[in-house]
């Protein structure tokens, strides 16, 4: 079946660092992905459409300059936190859906991230 | 814009129990969707709705979407401890973009 791949599974790193998180499709090309954060407790909250070859799209409040995204295959998308501070320690997980199917397949995720900025 | 509400927020039922989860939404469904998440995992894809009605099951969980498509049920019957984890039902906003928004989540503990 399809899989989504993420990596680190984990990151702890000083504070002004940049972190970045990679999201692959093993076995299907997703020309679109998805990032999300959540907090403890917390259901999870869309950060950003990512889109092959293309600007990602950002929700409402998520700074651009930020969380860097990047799409540049058709497997892969990564999401880069720069200048990380301990307000950004959350977990991140991507999601990707299977191009063509309309909403008659839903999105597979990946296993998440847990950042933790000290 | 669209909203989820799920409830119970969390529930702990006995082993062998029967439960069931509600997620109600603010706007018609376009695509509803069940996932479980165990903390600190990604999520597992459970059952997907689509049509006014539907039920569909798996194993010992049941979906079902309500006619009017603006709420979904899971059922869980004879709850084991493998079922505990939290519950997320997930929609599509049906712009077109694929998007999905999440529901606030059930955490379910089930007590061996």
């Known amino acids: 079946g399809a899989v989504v791949s993420q990596h680190p599974s984990r990151v702890i790193c000083k504070s002004g660092t940049s972190v970045k998180i990679e999201c692959r499709s093993l076995d299907f090309q997703a020309t679109t992905m998805f990032w999300y954060r959540q907090f403890p407790k917390q259901s999870l909250m869309l950060m950003a459409t990512s889109n092959e070859g293309s600007k990602a799209t950002y929700e409402q409040g998520v700074e651009k300059d930020k969380f860097l995204i990047n799409h540049a295959s058709l497997t892969l998308s990564t999401l880069t936190v720069t200048s990380a501070h301990p307000e950004d320690s959350s977990f991140y997980i991507c999601?990707?859906?299977?191009?063509?199917?309309?909403?008659?397949?839903?999105?597979?995720f990946g296993d998440g991230t847990r950042l933790s900025i000290l | 814009s669209q909203e989820l509400e799920q409830s119970p927020q969390s529930l702990i039922v006995q082993e062998g129990k029967n439960l069931t989860i509600n997620c109600t939404s603010s706007?018609?469904?376009?695509?509803l969707y069940w996932y479980k998440q165990k903390y600190g995992e990604g999520l597992i894809f459970l059952m997907m709705?689509?049509?006014?009605?539907e039920e569909k099951s798996h194993e010992k969980i049941t979906a079902k979407l309500d006619e009017k498509k603006q709420q979904s049920s899971l059922h869980i019957t004879a709850s084991q401890p493998s079922h505990a984890g939290t519950y997320l039902c997930?929609?599509?906003?049906?712009?077109?973009?694929?998007?999905?928004?999440f529901g606030t989540g059930t955490r379910l503990k089930v007590l061996a």
């Open positions: 999601s990707a859906r299977i191009p063509g199917t309309g909403n008659n397949q839903p999105q597979h």
């Open positions: 709705l689509q049509k006014g009605g």
């Open positions: 706007k018609t469904l376009y695509g």
């Open positions: 997930g929609a599509d906003g049906g712009s077109g973009t694929y998007k999905y928004i």
